[in-house]
């Protein structure tokens, strides 16, 4: 069979072995460290804050940390900060000059960019640590229970926290270099995948108790929709719209040459998954929020912390389609892709270069842009839509959303990558025609 064989090939080849196991095993570093609870909480007394975070926008959090929110785990606060603070200062580089001129020095600029947004991780990490034990402390206190130790366990507690998120972010890093994949991205997509077994389980169970009249003939329509959102968010990361580019004729004594034609690639969805990302990290803030305050919280409030709410998903898809927009304009350049035609003698044919070029490659970004942004947005709200139609809360946060664009993106680099250390050894690759497409960006790129 063709898969026993790719396995064999994979196995042969000494270096991608030792990257995958070295994977393997980081990974299981990982997920030790989400049932290493905080010294000083009694796992027993954990009930309140499982209930809180198995439904709602706190189940989204806990899922991106494979379970550790819910665990009371030094790694509860997951990579996420890392990510927001990533996302910040990314903004700060298209709005500061000093961090645009040092994003145009190269290597040294970039090892700047990440110190500093190493600093901004560890005051996130602060403040989300105390809104995270403020908020497991309102919990203990329900059932009776009480964290012990006052403000000292606190900041001790702060500071595990922190260490345990930062330990995570270095883990990713080793897996970049000596794994295989995108070492970030890589151990979101373990904390998503470490919750689908349990989901699966959640929804068989709910299908057959009898308490829905669908049964197991529901359960695989629902896995039939689930294949084709699958199917769906595949197009959306590898969607390109290619603009020929001919280049232009050179005469060398009395013969013409006429170069080939090519094609300059423009993805429907250039943004990938970081309008999701950017909208979820902004959506999170008021979970922070709320944990620090405490107490009682109006309705408006209340419709945000419900990601089934029309509130939460109307302003949820309204921030993706703007992001879209905006990440876009950041990442796709239509000025320098005009000048480097003209600087390269190509043109487009039926259009100037110079100006004309940019304008027509401007506006065909806006029009696949515009189909991209919603069909991200409407991918983004789909388990709000799946659980509104019966879908358990689990098994739903896989029909859309960051959790399966996560998956999809992160799963086509990782085969791409190990498809591309067979073809360099001259073994088949993982398909038998074309090649695996994987993202043009990730968002462990932060």
Do not use: C
């Not at 026993?4 to 270096?15: A, F, S």
Request: net charge positive.
């Amino acid at each position: 069979m063709r898969v026993v064989d790719t396995i064999k090939n994979i196995w042969k080849i000494e270096d991608l072995r030792k990257r995958i196991v070295t994977t393997l095993f980081l990974v299981g570093i990982y997920l030790f460290g989400t049932y290493v609870i905080i010294p000083g909480v009694d796992p027993k007394d954990l009930t309140g804050l499982a209930a809180q975070t198995s439904g709602g926008l706190l189940a989204l959090l806990d899922m991106f940390s494979g379970g550790a929110f819910s665990k009371a785990s030094i790694f509860a606060l997951g990579i996420m900060p890392y990510i927001s603070a990533s996302i910040v200062m990314q903004l700060v580089g298209i709005v500061v000059p000093s961090f645009q001129k040092m994003q145009r020095e190269g290597e040294s600029g970039r090892r700047k960019i990440t110190q500093y947004t190493r600093y901004l991780t560890v005051m996130i990490l602060v403040v989300q640590g105390f809104a995270y034990l403020t908020n497991l402390e309102h919990q203990l206190q329900e059932i009776g229970a009480t964290l012990q130790g006052g403000m000292l366990f606190k900041i001790q507690s702060i500071i595990i926290l922190a260490a345990g998120s930062m330990f995570v972010l270095w883990l990713g890093e080793r897996i970049t270099d000596k794994g295989i994949g995108n070492g970030i991205s890589f151990i979101i997509m373990i904390g998503i995948i470490n919750r689908f077994p349990e989901a699966i389980i959640q929804e068989v169970s709910s299908r057959t108790s009898g308490e829905d009249l669908g049964g197991l003939i529901m359960f695989m329509l629902e896995i039939l929709f689930l294949l084709f959102v699958i199917a769906g968010a595949i197009l959306l990361v590898q969607g390109t719209r290619k603009v020929p580019v001919q280049y232009a004729k050179r005469i060398v004594g009395n013969k013409q040459y006429g170069g080939a034609r090519q094609y300059i690639p423009l993805k429907v969805n250039a943004a990938n998954v970081m309008p999701i990302i950017f909208a979820q990290a902004i959506m999170f803030i008021p979970v922070t929020l709320i944990g620090m305050w405490g107490g009682n919280i109006g309705s408006f409030w209340q419709a945000m912390m419900t990601h089934t709410s029309f509130w939460y998903n109307f302003i949820f898809a309204v921030m993706i389609i703007a992001f879209t927009y905006f990440y876009t304009a950041i990442t796709i350049n239509p000025t320098q892709m005009a000048d480097d035609l003209k600087r390269n003698n190509g043109f487009i044919p039926g259009i100037k270069p110079g100006k004309a070029t940019k304008d027509y490659l401007d506006a065909i970004m806006d029009r696949i842009t515009l189909p991209g942004a919603f069909f991200l947005a409407l991918v983004a709200i789909m388990p709000a839509f799946a659980q509104l139609f019966g879908v358990s809360q689990g098994f739903a946060t896989f029909f859309g959303g960051t959790s399966l664009l996560i998956l999809v993106g992160v799963i086509l680099d990782t085969l791409q990558q190990v498809e591309s250390h067979l073809l360099m050894r001259h073994y088949d690759g993982l398909l038998k025609s074309g090649r695996i497409k994987g993202r043009s960006g990730s968002i462990a790129a932060y």
